[in-house]
């Protein structure tokens, strides 16, 4: 069994989804907290695992890896079971591509080092810079909600079972909730994810569960 370490911050919800990932897999890892609030994400000891001075940065066996769903992708690679992605290469193209409005569309332009260039640079307030992010995470939230009506069974966005596409919808729906985003033209999303914020592996990697959580 490989040595991991999973480079993380408790609210990031990029590591959140390699946790959940981990937790499905049944892979034991040690953690590493880089404290936002330190700036730690950008020390020079992380800047030489992740160049982006972004987490999650999984370290396997020395070797570091960066990007949450390349990281997926390896851990569904080394370790097939549970699978993460259907067997059809359809059904992967769609569970990939709704993990993509997600991962791609929506998480980059409502990052932390996105709304700080906001308020710095561009002299924004707060209530700009949640506003933004709440209109970024509709204009996703809503192709994602006619996908997964169409492909999933209002507990997985596709099919029966949990896919790469749920482990970035439940942290992006927490991270929705914390801005205040209005969730309530999305009943599917909702259902899917009252189904899944409850089992073990979404629950119990929750950022609140985590050790650095303060
Ligand atoms: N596309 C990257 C995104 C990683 C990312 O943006 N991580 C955020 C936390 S969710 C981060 O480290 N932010 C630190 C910052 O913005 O300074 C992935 O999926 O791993």
């Not at 480079?7 to 040690?30: C, D, E, Q, T």
């Amino acid at each position: 069994m490989s040595d991991l370490v999973l480079n993380s911050f408790f609210r990031s919800s990029a590591a959140w989804r390699v946790r959940i990932a981990l937790h499905l897999k049944g892979l034991p890892y040690r953690g590493a907290y880089r404290n936002f609030r330190e700036n730690a994400q950008r020390s020079p000891d992380y800047l030489a695992l992740n160049p982006q001075g972004l987490v999650p940065a999984l370290v396997v066996d020395g070797a570091a890896l960066t990007q949450s769903l390349a990281i997926i992708e390896y851990l569904d690679e080394v370790q097939a079971d549970p699978p993460l992605l259907p067997r059809d290469p359809i059904g992967r193209a769609q569970v990939r591509a709704m993990a993509a409005i997600v991962a791609s569309d929506i998480h980059p332009i409502g990052n932390l080092r996105v709304l700080n260039y906001l308020r710095t640079t561009f002299g924004q307030d707060e209530e700009a810079v949640n506003a933004w992010y709440r209109h970024w995470v509709a204009a996703g939230f809503e192709a994602l909600e006619a996908l997964a009506r169409d492909q999933g069974d209002r507990r997985h966005c596709h099919g029966d079972s949990v896919s790469i596409a749920d482990i970035c919808l439940v942290p992006q729906m927490y991270n929705a909730r914390r801005f205040g985003a209005d969730l309530d033209p999305y009943p599917t999303l909702r259902a899917i994810h009252a189904h899944l914020a409850v089992l073990p592996s979404f629950a119990a990697t929750a950022p609140d569960c985590q050790p650095d959580a303060v």
